[in-house]
């Protein structure tokens, strides 16, 4: 509890007046509102929330050797990640591949501009069938390297992509091209 105390000293001539009491000022119901408020701001106030995108991943079930699923060469480009953040990418298959290995950056003048080109290109040669992406990631390649073509995927709007074992041919490209440094 807070007082507001006066002082009533003063030099007027011989009169001796009554003193008069101070007025108090009590502040304790408006601490007790400032800190309900305070109470109250916290609690309902929403902080960042951490960005999560959605990965739609296989079962963990034993996996036949031989169950392949078939993708349309005319449809799908693949993605080798490689080292010093650089990809290797074709178009079709790596035996005989429409567009042979061409080694590009991340970002918005590498992979993007690839991949928005694709988009475009794709429903044209496969009869309106829209483009699918695999994405291969090497053993050199580094975690942000898999996160930052998930966010291309976003960005580009890729409705379908994949993720899935990178295989001795294409590492071979990955080493002709020097995107299999240590």
Not at 63 to 74: G, T
Not at 133 to 138: E, H, L
């Given at each position: 509890?807070?007082?507001?105390?006066?002082?009533?000293?003063?030099d007027k001539g011989g009169k001796v007046r009554a003193k008069k009491a101070?007025?108090?000022?009590?502040?304790?119901?408006?601490?007790?509102?400032?800190?309900?408020?305070?109470?109250?701001?916290?609690?309902?106030?929403?902080?960042?929330?951490?960005?999560?995108?959605?990965?739609?991943?296989?079962?963990?079930?034993?996996?036949?050797?031989?169950?392949?699923?078939?993708?349309?060469?005319?449809?799908?480009?693949?993605?080798?990640?490689?080292?010093?953040?650089?990809?290797?990418?074709?178009?079709?298959?790596?035996?005989?591949?429409?567009?042979?290995?061409?080694?590009?950056?991340?970002?918005?003048?590498?992979?993007?501009?690839?991949?928005?080109?694709?988009?475009?290109?794709?429903?044209?040669?496969?009869?309106?069938?829209?483009?699918?992406?695999?994405?291969?990631?090497?053993?050199?390649?580094?975690?942000?390297?898999?996160?930052?073509?998930?966010?291309?995927?976003?960005?580009?709007?890729?409705?379908?992509?994949?993720?899935?074992?990178?295989?001795?041919?294409?590492?071979?490209?990955?080493?002709?091209?020097?995107?299999?440094?240590?």
């Open positions: 509890m807070a007082e507001l105390n006066q002082d009533s000293k003063s101070g007025g108090k000022v009590d502040l304790t119901a408006m601490v007790d509102l400032a800190f309900l408020l305070i109470t109250f701001f916290m609690l309902t106030t929403s902080l960042n929330t951490p960005q999560a995108m959605d990965v739609a991943m296989p079962d963990k079930n034993k996996m036949d050797a031989n169950d392949n699923l078939e993708i349309a060469d005319n449809r799908s480009i693949t993605l080798l990640l490689g080292s010093d953040n650089k990809i290797s990418w074709y178009y079709g298959q790596l035996a005989k591949p429409i567009y042979p290995p061409t080694t590009i950056d991340y970002g918005k003048e590498g992979v993007r501009q690839v991949l928005l080109r694709m988009q475009k290109e794709v429903p044209q040669r496969a009869g309106g069938k829209d483009l699918i992406v695999v994405i291969r990631p090497s053993e050199k390649s580094v975690q942000r390297n898999l996160v930052d073509i998930l966010d291309e995927m976003r960005i580009v709007d890729v409705k379908r992509y994949m993720i899935s074992k990178i295989n001795s041919d294409e590492i071979e490209v990955l080493k002709s091209e020097g995107l299999f440094n240590d």
